[in-house]
């Protein structure tokens, strides 16, 4: 990733592309393009200083530097088009790259704070109607530059700030149509493909086939592009791509046996009581507290003796992290009751909603399944090492999908065999 520098003495320069790895932090800008744009080669050559779009590289600067970032990106200008394969790469990385600002700064070229004098025969005016009709809105690009980052901060042409996604989110809302949940935190994939198909029906690219690729990090995906191609065979390639998860967590789940009636969200557990609104709100608490905590332990206890309303506060806590999008799993034991009495399948039930959850688990699961189809009937240590521990260690979880991925069980003490309960916590604590 290559980004601009801001020096000491007020000018900026390009660097050499930085390992994701070791990237500094850095701003970024969504805009919409319009004529006399600077391009990397206008800064290679040092003449893109008198065109209209350094205006903006101006203002992204100033603002990285007012909050403390020396760093900054703007697409016009730190991507080299001229190289087919940089381009690619961009593309397909670009969602990641708005994702891991600092800040993200939007300028609306065509909305601004000023306000006209009684004298012209106009009533003052806000910035707000212009802000709804901004063309920003309804380009194809900038879908992912709203939902990416956490921080995305509006301004007007005049650099003056507008608000933030926070702060304007049920304006952004009604423009849009897109959940205020969409333009928090929830990960997107808790969102159906048809809903976020919908945010992108009404915005515009220049390319055809941009409508496509612009929404290759709104579904995570990444593809080859093929521009020619035309927005049919770019729209066909993408729902195939789109749809090779869900071909995958179908195998895995057809060649596995799981406890269904287990999970918090059963019918079984359906009428079974929840915390009252307003009751054991400290304990709540301080569950979800250790859960946002990376440094805390990796398993909460909750004991206590028979009475103590432990499996209503776990059926709340579970739907809290459910409603959140950070539920991984559940199994709720219950003594007598099949297969939700002992451990035969706890672990087979614990990986089945875990490939539900995490797609990509899906391939690295089928293929330890391929390689011991008899792994169903294995110890649970094999088990929990094949379908649960390995294929974790196999897939990268990115911290701003998902902030925290949370397992709930619930009555283990319920499990009929004292020796497989204590198998089963040595095992969750190796996650």
């Known amino acids: 990733m290559r980004l601009l520098k801001h020096n000491t003495d007020g000018k900026f320069s390009l660097t050499e592309d930085f390992m994701e790895n070791n990237t500094p932090e850095y701003a970024i800008l969504s805009h919409t393009w319009g004529e006399g744009e600077v391009t990397f080669r206008d800064l290679i050559d040092g003449t893109g200083g008198s065109k209209a779009g350094y205006d903006k590289i101006q203002f ?50 065509d909305v601004s704070t000023r306000k006209r004098k ?32 956490d921080s995305v901060e509006f301004f007007s042409r005049e650099r003056e700030r507008l608000g933030d996604k926070r702060t304007l989110e049920q304006q952004i809302h009604e423009i849009t149509g897109i959940p205020t949940t969409a333009l928090r935190e929830k990960p ?42 035309g927005r049919k065979k770019a729209f066909k390639r993408l729902l195939e791509e789109i749809d090779k998860p869900l071909k995958e967590e179908k195998i895995v789940l057809d060649k596995l046996r799981s406890v269904d009636n287990a999970a918090f969200d059963s019918h079984d557990e359906e009428h079974n009581a929840r915390c009252y609104r307003g ?123 998902f902030s925290r991925i949370v397992i709930m069980i619930n009555a283990l003490n319920e499990c009929d065999r004292e020796k497989d309960v204590r198998i089963i916590i040595r095992l969750l604590s190796q996650v």
């Open 279 to 401: 009751t054991r709100v400290e304990l709540l608490r301080q569950i979800d507290t250790w859960a946002s905590d990376r440094s805390s332990e990796c398993i909460f206890w909750l004991n206590g003796i028979a009475g103590t309303s432990k499996s209503i506060i776990s059926r709340t806590v579970a739907q809290n992290f459910a409603g959140k999008g950070e539920l991984g799993a559940s199994f709720f034991f219950k003594r007598g009751k099949g297969d939700r009495g002992h451990a035969g399948l706890f672990i087979i039930t614990i990986a089945t909603q875990l490939v539900q959850k995490l797609s990509s688990l899906a391939p690295h699961v089928r293929n330890a399944i391929e390689a011991d189809h008899m792994i169903s009937r294995k110890a649970l240590k094999q088990q929990f090492e094949t379908l649960v521990l390995q294929p974790l260690g196999k897939i990268r979880i990115e911290p701003q999908k």
């Open 118 to 149: 009684a004298s012209d025969g106009f009533s003052d005016f806000t910035w707000k109607p212009a802000f709804r009709a901004s063309r920003w809105f309804r380009r194809g690009w900038t879908l992912q530059e709203l939902l990416a980052p």
């Open 60 to 109: 992204c600067a100033q603002q990285a530097a007012n909050d403390g970032l020396q760093y900054f990106w703007v697409d016009t200008c730190c991507i080299d088009k001229s190289s087919s394969a940089e381009l690619q790469e961009a593309i397909n990385s670009m969602f990641r790259w708005y994702q891991n600002a600092a800040k993200c700064y939007v300028y609306l070229s």
């Open 188 to 229: 997107l994939s808790q969102f159906d493909v048809d809903n976020r198909f919908l945010w992108a029906k009404n915005r515009q690219t220049t390319r055809e086939e941009d409508k496509a690729y612009s929404l290759l990090g709104i579904f995570d995906i990444q593809m080859p592009l093929l521009y020619g191609e």
